[in-house]
């Protein structure tokens, strides 16, 4: 059984930074992507950012070019999200998710990290 977890999230003001980590128990490698989705109040979860078996990223329009997805590169089972210049509108829970199988039909995700924005 595979298990995410989450880190990092916390209350900060608007413009400062956060990094989210999600600590695997296999190797992010044995999956075909990492994903960061987020939910807000009253609102659907939404794909974030995606990073790839070969890592190849992916944003949603609203986070590109202040967030990034990366690997640890010394310890192939964490992915971070690193979260600058934050916005309120970034509240939410953020939330990790793997996937394998040819179809992606294998699908784990962790508990969640709230991360709340706020003067």
């Known amino acids: 059984q595979v298990r995410l977890v989450e880190s990092g999230g916390g209350l900060v003001q608007p413009g400062e930074s956060l990094r989210l980590s999600c600590a695997a128990s296999?190797?992010?490698?044995?999956?075909?992507?990492i994903g960061w989705y987020r939910q807000a109040p009253g609102k659907e979860r939404e794909l974030v950012a995606t990073?790839?078996?070969?890592?190849?990223?992916?944003y949603v329009d609203s986070v590109r070019g202040r967030f990034t997805v990366s690997r640890d590169n010394a310890n192939n089972m964490v992915v971070y999200l690193q979260m600058n210049s934050l916005k309120s509108e970034d509240t939410a829970v953020y939330y990790c998710?793997?996937?394998?199988?040819?179809?992606?039909?294998?699908?784990?995700w962790g508990q969640g990290t709230q991360v709340t924005v706020s003067s």
């Open positions: 998710n793997a996937a394998r199988g040819p179809r992606n039909e294998y699908s784990y």
């Open positions: 296999a190797s992010i490698f044995s999956f075909n992507y």
């Open positions: 990073i790839t078996s070969r890592g190849a990223t992916t």
